[in-house]
DNA sequence: ACCTATAATTTCATTTTTGGAATCATGCTG
DNA sequence: CAGCATGATTCCAAAAATGAAATTATAGGT
């Protein structure tokens, strides 16, 4: 019946039969016998109509009223399922860390837009998790663990924590042989790193530390440009320096230890349905990180 | 296609399709196939369903956060009009003047209720226009011209005017025999009959005069207690003292001339249906009015 | 008053949907 | 592990809906 109701809300607006079938694609036929039928279940005419005249009665006035905005939400509805679901087109809202967007994962934004040009990236970098529910984005990508329970969350990949401090500070202090070296140093905490534990990469030995800081900071890029400043040793993931590992303004620090993994996530709302466009970028993003080292584990001095 | 949306929400809600057959009164085998015409027409599977399990896919349950509220509003909406439209049961408000209502009309209003005892009056007395729209009244009764282009109204009767005062007024100043000794009385005004349009009933002479006033109320009941006390003549209708009238509280002046005729309308919003029970209601009320000559335009001492 | 164009309705062959009955699938219990 | 109960699906004859074509209705123009 609802079907017959959303038909007759076609009629009135159109004015007419026939208007309302062409604007329906269906036969008048077809039309008339529906809207008579629907008259029939209310009991009612809801149309004076004739030959070129036409007019609604005072109970399809009633009906109008009643179901004229519902089924424009309903079509609406529809309508933002249908593209929503299965197209690669539109908007995508994305939230993801600053630090990695904009330094390793610069190729990888680049690389969607180029492979989905349709779809219209919306990318807001924070280091902050921000609320996705208010913020209504489709997607985030998160390190770390996540505890939000009204998240979905997929894993697409990791990167190694390891200490690291400046060649300068290393030169004047002395290397370190045994992570209780530590207490005898000057330390870098960052906020996301709360706990150290370290692992040994030949022993399997593990050692959870609590040190006493000299610094602390609530953003893992200032606490790389600290240690790299010879302020201290940090624990660091190792895609804060990655890429410029090689010229040397960090080094490793215990290097057969490393600290925790971080699993890298994709996020979203439990109560959001995945469009296909948030789903393409979440596959685009783990086959990516998949042919990464720093993103598998991995340690850029092994 | 919204027919299928509603039956996927039942199933949704039902969670299973055997028992929103069974609620909706349908065979299964129209629930399975009409959900799967719903499912290849979304291009989606919406519905994990097995042998004693049920759940939603992800697109299932994008479906049901769209289309659930809509659903019930529509079935709300549904359930409304057609008991509002043609059942004799449940609210109906009414404005009414105070006057009449709890004079002449009080056995009206008794008779309706004990025809129609599971309407639900609400009554509204007033003697001003209240706001019908905003006051949300489904039909008003009203008297005199009524000037709102927003309301339909059905003329239902009509109340005659005459001029009045009290037997000892009239003692101490005498009879009059002329509409223009009315210039040396005192005359009591009222805000609902602000143009004195007096007419004989012999000659059908008409003359309209432009009286001073020794009082002016707003209120009619008001107006005949003043003449009651003899504070002067009131042009007043005849439904305030009809009942009355054989006591002798108030005298006619100019008995061969009458003033003009009030109309007595039922009106209501002209967006509104006309729901059955205020029908009714206005078909109760001409009923009775047609039988009351005070409502037929008499006049008491003829 | 008649004619024309447009809108609505009706007819009927065809297509689609329906629902009872039979069948299949599966989860739970003994 | 087998049997049973319950839920879902399929089959097919019957019913209902559909849409092209024909017909009817009517309002406007001449």
Redesign the interface.
Known sequence: ???D??LFIHIARSRGLSSAAAKLNLPAATVTRRLRKLEEK???QLVHRSARKFALT??G???F???AD??T??ET??Q???SD??ELRGRLKVAAPTNISVGLLEPMWSGFLNAYPEIQLTLNLSNENKDLLETQIDLALRVGPQTDMRLYQKRLGCVATMLVASPEYLAATGELNDPEDLRQHKLIWVSALPIWQLSNLDTGLQETLHLSANVAVDDIGLARQLARDGHGIALLPVSEFWENFETGQLHPVLPRWQGQKRDVYAVWPT????NARAKCLRDYVQDYLAERPVFQGALPHL
Do not use: K
Request: charged share 25%.
């Open positions: 019946m609802l079907d109701v959303a209310v009991g009612a005072t109970e006035d009633a009906y009223e009643a179901f519902l089924v939400q309903f509805a529809r933002g399922l249908r679901l299965h109560g959001r349905l995945l």
